[in-house]
């Protein structure tokens, strides 16, 4: 028997697990990606209105693997392909995030280096708080009010009137030019409902100051918007998690986001020049200050441009010592 003559027939070569196709980091585009608004998230799963409309039957969705630990926050505006027909236990994929427009943020203290997104693209920030029951805390409101990213601005409403004179509150703030609102328990919060309507807005406030109660006024049907939207997170209470509502499409239409009560308000990512930029008359005149200039004027900053505004005549005294608490409360403990 002759030696035997091998071809490339006999190679045997095991199969590895990869196949031959090159890898590519090139991600589908998703051009037909419909687009939507997130309105709550739990557990790895976010509820969408498809189109921010929220006469059709919002969407459960998860995060696309391409967009890896991409954080996604109520008031997003995402891109979602899948199954949009909101039916029970159907589920599409979040594929894209569009740019944010606002984002309001806060960390758990003034140490903490991690920021939260509480609240993207939201128009307006509602900073409610009690006039009494409890009993309203100035260091709170003032950080609220330099959170606001350009693009949105701060409101403050101050709640429960009926039980004390809230003229003496907001006092403090009648120098910052903020616009401030007042609501009672046993009347409609009308003026409030007129400024919300056709935007997208936030409450923002510490719990019992009565977030819950503006939410049940404003949304007629809350209870069973809750109910239906909530439908991942077993219907939680709206202040466990961020919960976008509509508001009725008679009063102007618009989002409201009811937010959980926070026991702080931590602003470590806020710096001094942040508080005077919140301002459109201020904004530009920080521009001549020195480096490293916190606003606070003699002694610690002498050379502060806040101060030549006043002796001009640019600037009301008044409201630059309202600036100023602001700043200090800034740079006080929390």
Known sequence: MGAREYDESDVRVRPGRRGTRPRTKRRPEHADAAEAMVITVDRGRWTCAPGGDASRPPVTA?????????PIVVGDRVGLVGDLSGAPDTIARIVRVED???????????????????????????????????EPRTGFVDRCLVAPTPGSRAVLCLTKSDLADPEPFAA?????????????????????????????????????????????????????????????????????????LPLPEDRGGGWVVDTPGV???????????????????????????????????????????????????????ARLAALRRVLVALRAPW
């Open 62 to 70: 998860m995060r696309a693997r391409e967009l890896g630990r991409t």
């Open 100 to 134: 944010r427009t606002t984002a309001l943020r806060r960390t758990a203290d003034d140490t903490d280096p991690f920021e939260r997104v509480v609240v993207a693209n939201a128009e307006l920030l509602v900073v409610v708080t009690a006039v009494a029951d409890p």
């Open 172 to 244: 403090n703030y009648r120098e910052l030019d903020i616009p401030v609102l007042t609501t009672r328990r046993d009347r409609p919060p009308e003026e409030l409902a007129g400024l919300l309507a056709g935007r997208v807005s936030a409450l923002v406030g510490h719990s019992g100051v009565g977030k819950s109660t503006l939410v049940n006024a404003l949304v007629p049907d809350a209870e069973r918007a809750v109910g239906t939207v909530s439908a991942v997170g077993k219907g939680r209470h709206t202040t466990v998690a961020a919960l976008a």
């Open 263 to 317: 026991r702080s308000f931590g602003l470590a990512h806020v710096t001094p020049d942040d508080v005077p930029a919140a301002f459109d008359d201020l904004a530009s005149a920080i521009e001549s200050c020195p480096r490293g200039c916190g606003h606070l004027g003699p002694p610690a900053d002498p050379e502060c441009a806040l101060d030549e505004l006043v002796e001009k005549g640019q600037l009301r005294p």
